[in-house]
């Protein structure tokens, strides 16, 4: 054993928990899932995941924080797919390693273009870790390629005979992802809806060339919104449910809140902190802090869990763009979404709720249900809230900063300048706030989340890069002119173009359904007959 890497068994006792409590637990005991707003209690994960959501409109959490069962050294000479059966067992305790291994398997293999699924880059005190490597090239894939096999599983251990219908309404990324995610996939089908001339060229492309048959992809008359409105009345369709029922279907929602999402986030934290120790950017036992581009604020959390589960994280610093609500939220105790919404070129994170934060509220009020359904109904009626000092004091282990776009584009030019490496526009804003952040953190290294592939938002990463020569709006594109810009990361970078890539260049069209958003009830009905 390494010196020093007994440190991943010192046990993180989350906030409020009972101290003596947990020392009696064992590493077998089952963990069993709460809702942040304490309407539902004691759900095992594999009816956690199939929930998604609680009735009470409060996500789940783990009853308690479970702890490694291996050491960090352990971890190291593991490969992807046997490091993350290591760390989801600890919270889906009612999967067999058999069940769990497979959904493993079946998420993390050739449908990544990397063999290891999660490389790093060093590029001077910050250490890239590339979630962006999978059938979509953005970091939702590292949750939404296993959700299915999840989903699907947890159906079979509660009896559930449906099959399984995804509805999602997309603005552009999570469509895809969760497209991507279910295609043929046996018991399960999805249907995603986006708003016509709503999504960019690549991202529509991306989405009707998607294949599968039991994928479906509608362009409907109308914005993200009605397409929202839209699903959401259909999940509440109760004579809808009942003759889907009779036909033997279900729907779902493969939302970011869903645990099924959250723990396989978790994985690549401990992962990259194993490879830092294997590449010698870090000693054993070495704490490393973590910045992370946020708008749902699923992914950080995911470092959170990390940190609680023993991994040696020292701060989490949550980056933003010019929609910096949680930069505010973590400076002043408020969370205030009463303000502009700005479109930015990191759109992935342009998010004023961000959902997943509902969590972190549960935790520094000290696991208090009752105070967390209070502010979030707050939250629904005032747009704001307020946390207590108290609260405010646990939230020690945060930092957070926030990056304008020129910040964003400046953050994309150095590290090309400096380093040869290129970085799209949602990592380029947490290089920025990594980047002013180690100005003074006492010289520990950064791992920076890398949430998308600079192909996927070519214009913005080769204008930053290039200056003027390449505008960074225009009004109006063509096939070509996005193909050039292809070539110009491609030249840029010197990595191969990525297979999603040459997909939406070359694959057919094989989704041209439309309808009207009053007519989503009927679309739907006919699309599952
Ligand atoms: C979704 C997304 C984010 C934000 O992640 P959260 O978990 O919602 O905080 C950041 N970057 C990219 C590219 C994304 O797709």
């Given at each position: 054993m390494v010196p020093g890497t007994d440190e991943c068994l010192v046990f993180y006792f989350?906030?409020?928990?009972?101290v003596e409590k947990l020392k009696e637990r064992t590493m077998s005991e089952n963990v069993l899932y709460n809702s942040t707003r304490g309407g539902?209690?004691?759900?095992?994960a594999s009816r956690a995941i199939l929930t998604g959501?609680?009735?009470?409109g409060g996500l789940f959490v783990p009853d308690h924080f479970p702890k490694f069962d291996k050491t960090i050294d352990d971890f190291r000479s593991m490969d992807y797919r046997e490091l993350a059966y290591h760390v989801m067992k600890l919270f889906f305790t009612d999967f067999t390693e058999e069940e769990l291994r497979a959904c493993i398997n079946a998420a993390y293999?050739?449908?990544?273009?990397?063999?290891?699924i999660v490389p790093l880059a060093e590029t001077g005190r910050m250490t890239f870790l590339?979630?962006?490597?999978?059938p979509t090239i953005a970091f939702k894939d590292m949750a939404l390629q296993i959700l299915p096999h999840l989903m699907t599983t947890a159906a079979k251990k509660n009896g559930v005979e449906n099959d399984i219908v995804i509805l999602t309404a997309t603005s552009g990324d999570t469509g895809k992802a969760a497209l991507a995610g279910f295609a043929?996939?046996?018991g399960t089908g999805i249907i995603v809806f986006y708003p016509q001339g709503g999504v960019s060229y690549f991202q529509e492309r991306q989405m009707v060339t998607q294949r599968g048959d039991n994928t479906h992809v509608v362009a409907i008359d109308g914005n993200f919104d009605d397409a929202q409105t839209g699903v959401k009345k259909l999940f509440g369709d109760k004579e809808l449910a009942e003759s889907l029922n009779e036909k033997g279907i279900q729907f779902s929602s493969a939302n970011s809140i869903n645990i099924g999402r959250l723990v396989p986030q978790i994985v690549y934290y401990v992962w990259g902190y194993t490879r830092m120790l294997n590449g010698e950017e870090i000693k054993p036992g070495e704490t490393v802090d973590v910045c992370v581009p946020t708008g749902n604020f699923g992914n950080i959390l995911a470092a959170f869990y990390a940190k609680q589960l023993?991994?040696?994280?020292?701060k989490l610093i949550c980056a933003s763009n010019t929609n910096k609500v949680l930069f505010d939220f973590f400076g002043s105790g408020e969370y205030d979404k009463n303000r502009e919404f700005t479109l930015t070129i990191?759109?992935?994170?342009?998010?004023?709720?961000?959902?997943?934060l509902e969590r972190l509220i549960y935790y520094i009020s000290g696991n208090d249900a009752t105070k967390t359904a209070e502010f979030m109904k707050e939250l629904q009626t005032s747009g704001k809230y307020t946390i207590t000092p108290e609260m405010k004091e646990r939230l020690s282990d945060f930092r957070a900063g926030y990056a304008t776009e020129a910040d964003t584009l400046k953050a994309i030019h150095d590290i090309y300048e400096g380093y040869d490496y290129l970085i799209d526009t949602h990592t380029a804003v947490a290089a920025h706030v990594a980047g002013e952040y180690l100005?003074?953190?006492?010289g520990r290294r950064v791992l920076v989340?890398?949430?998308?592939?600079p192909y996927k938002f070519a214009r913005s990463v080769v204008h930053a890069v290039k200056?003027?020569?390449?505008?960074?709006?225009?009004?109006k594109t063509s096939p070509e002119e996005e193909w050039k810009l292809i070539e110009e990361v491609n030249s840029l970078s010197g990595r191969d173009i990525p297979q999603a890539v040459m997909d939406v260049k070359d694959a057919p069209t094989r989704h041209s359904t439309t309808c009207a958003v009053a007519d989503m009830k009927d679309t739907v009905i006919s699309l599952l007959s």
């Open positions: 989350p906030l409020g928990y009972n539902v209690t004691g759900l095992t959501l609680a009735p009470d293999s050739d449908n990544f273009d990397e063999e290891e590339e979630l962006y490597h999978g043929d996939v046996p023993g991994l040696p994280i020292g990191s759109p992935s994170m342009d998010i004023l709720v961000s959902s997943n100005k003074n953190n006492d989340a890398s949430t998308a592939s200056g003027d020569e390449v505008p960074l709006t225009v009004s």
